[in-house]
Nanobody, 119 residues
């Protein structure tokens, strides 16, 4: 069994910064890719950023230049540094890991962490 635990959300004023973390634990052989998603009220879940095991990254256009995804492979942890936050960044943020265990490969999700940006 694999579990993902997120932390780092909160309330911040527009222009401020937050750093989200997500740590995976369990019978992990390797993590092929990490992703951050977000879901605002009344909207569909949106892919925000991806980082592969090789370190390649991709971002949704709305966060390019403001958000940075990074990972610590030794600690099975991914980060999302969010700068210059805007009210429209308000959402529940979820991490996802593409995990290989001894038996299979599948996606696992974190529980979500609320990010609220006030204007």
């Amino acid at each position: 069994q694999v579990q993902l635990v997120e932390s780092g959300g909160g309330l911040v004023q527009a222009g401020g910064s937050l750093r989200l973390s997500c740590t995976a634990s369990g019978s992990i052989v390797n993590i092929n890719a990490w992703s951050w998603y977000r879901q605002a009220p009344g909207k569909q879940r949106e892919l925000v950023a991806v980082i592969t095991s090789g370190g390649n990254t991709n971002y949704v256009d709305s966060v390019k230049g403001r958000f940075t995804i990074s990972r610590d492979g030794a600690k099975n942890t991914v980060f999302l540094q969010m700068n210059s936050l805007k009210p429209e960044d308000t959402a529940v943020y979820y991490c996802k890991a593409d995990v290989r265990t001894l038996r299979l490969r599948q996606d696992y999700w974190g529980q979500g962490t609320q990010v609220t940006v006030s204007s």
